[in-house]
């Protein structure tokens, strides 16, 4: 995988079509082996907004970029609770975690979560099939930690929520809540976590999480990894990303990600890809029909898919 490096702020240019450039930071999270960026630029768009260009010609099979999830939690106990690792066999049960390291970068956080008792949030979740009050979870005992912000994911896209997914939020908070607060945490320390704090951040994970699904080291043909991908069974966890959250939708896209080993990404090319060209991954099962993916688009991402695709009825 290379270098690891961890809290990188990198510089993306940032620019809308006709008007003069600006500069901002995004604070990803990625994997390289060499220093320099990747060949992509973030630009706001007038069909879009924020989308991703190609800065050179990017070749079929290539590695744009990797990325480090902002937040992630695993769904099954056979993975390592830090980075979604598959654990050996003979890993202990009492120790959830793939390595030492993965057990040093996540002790901070760990250690708040392991404070508090999760019986009542937990069974409320899992009973209703929630999956991403989880991220939530987990991102609340980081920012009481001091390892992430509490406004992390402000930059994401929220979804629109109806009144009847706010009124199941507030019960998912208030269960939440009361769990730390009964862990005795100080209450400067989740003066952040505030009704509005919930919803605003579970507003942007339901549009903004990838179900990780582990290739387990070997790839081969990228378009026989998207097949498989998307046809597995089971995930390993969900996990919330900066930069790859601003890749958009294509029925027939030009980009996949993929997970080898872990939840670290890796975003890849499926064809070769022109300097200028937008870069697009496919937010669900690229192979079901196009009345059933443009209701699945439309109720889980609420845009009307009008890819070239769609509007030729494949």
């Given at each position: 995988?290379?270098?690891v490096?961890?809290?990188?702020?990198?510089?993306?240019?940032?620019s809308?079509?006709?008007?003069?450039?600006?500069?901002?930071?995004?604070?990803?999270f990625?994997?390289?082996?060499?220093?320099?960026?990747?060949?992509?630029?973030?630009?706001?768009?007038?069909?879009?907004?924020?989308?991703?260009?190609?800065?050179?010609?990017?070749a079929?099979?290539?590695?744009?970029?990797?990325?480090?999830?902002?937040v992630?939690?695993?769904?099954?106990?056979?993975?390592?609770?830090?980075?979604?690792?598959?654990?050996?066999?003979?890993?202990p049960?009492?120790?959830?975690?793939?390595?030492?390291?993965?057990?040093?970068?996540?002790?901070a956080?760990?250690?708040?979560?392991?404070?508090?008792?999760?019986?009542?949030?937990?069974?409320?979740?899992?009973?209703?099939?929630l999956?991403?009050?989880?991220?939530?979870?987990?991102?609340?005992c980081?920012?009481?930690?001091?390892?992430?912000?509490?406004?992390?994911?402000?930059?994401?896209?929220?979804?629109?929520?109806?009144?009847?997914?706010?009124?199941?939020?507030?019960e998912?908070?208030a269960?939440?809540?009361?769990?730390?607060?009964?862990?005795?945490?100080?209450d400067?320390?989740?003066?952040?976590?505030?009704?509005?704090?919930?919803?605003?951040?579970?507003?942007?994970?339901?549009?903004?999480?990838?179900?990780?699904?582990?290739?387990?080291?070997?790839?081969?043909?990228?378009?026989?990894?998207?097949?498989?991908?998307?046809?597995a069974?089971?995930a390993?966890?969900?996990?919330v990303?900066?930069?790859?959250?601003?890749?958009?939708?294509?029925c027939?896209?030009?980009?996949h990600?993929?997970?080898?080993?872990?939840?670290?990404?890796?975003?890849?090319?499926?064809?070769?890809i022109?300097?200028?060209?937008?870069?697009?991954?496919?937010?669900i099962?690229?192979?079901l029909?196009?009345?059933?993916?443009r209701?699945?688009?439309?109720?889980g991402?609420?845009?009307?898919?009008?890819?070239?695709?769609?509007l030729?009825?494949d």
């Amino acid at each position: 995988m290379g270098v690891v490096a961890l809290a990188l702020s990198h510089r993306i240019m940032v620019s809308r079509f006709f008007t003069k450039p600006f500069t901002f930071h995004i604070f990803s999270f990625y994997s390289s082996s060499s220093s320099s960026p990747p060949p992509i630029r973030v630009a706001l768009t007038d069909y879009a907004g924020r989308a991703v260009f190609a800065t050179r010609p990017i070749a079929a099979g290539d590695t744009i970029h990797t990325a480090k999830p902002a937040v992630c939690h695993p769904a099954t106990n056979t993975v390592c609770y830090s980075c979604l690792a598959t654990l050996p066999n003979s890993q202990p049960q009492r120790l959830p975690f793939c390595s030492q390291l993965c057990h040093q970068t996540s002790k901070a956080y760990y250690d708040v979560e392991m404070k508090a008792n999760w019986v009542a949030f937990d069974d409320y979740c899992r009973t209703r099939g929630l999956k991403y009050p989880f991220l939530v979870k987990r991102l609340a005992c980081m920012v009481i930690s001091g390892v992430a912000r509490s406004d992390s994911l402000d930059i994401l896209q929220p979804a629109n929520l109806m009144h009847e997914m706010v009124l199941e939020m507030e019960e998912e908070f208030a269960l939440l809540r009361n769990a730390l607060t009964k862990a005795l945490i100080a209450d400067e320390h989740i003066a952040f976590l505030t009704k509005q704090w919930y919803i605003n951040v579970l507003a942007r994970i339901r549009i903004n999480a990838f179900r990780i699904e582990l290739a387990g080291g070997l790839y081969g043909d990228l378009l026989s990894q998207a097949v498989a991908s998307v046809e597995a069974e089971a995930a390993v966890g969900n996990a919330v990303y900066i930069l790859p959250s601003f890749y958009n939708h294509e029925c027939d896209p030009n980009a996949h990600i993929v997970w080898i080993d872990n939840a670290d990404a890796k975003l890849k090319a499926l064809r070769d890809i022109d300097e200028g060209e937008e870069l697009r991954i496919c937010y669900i099962d690229a192979s079901l029909d196009r009345d059933v993916r443009r209701e699945l688009l439309l109720r889980g991402f609420g845009f009307q898919c009008n890819c070239s695709r769609c509007l030729h009825g494949d």
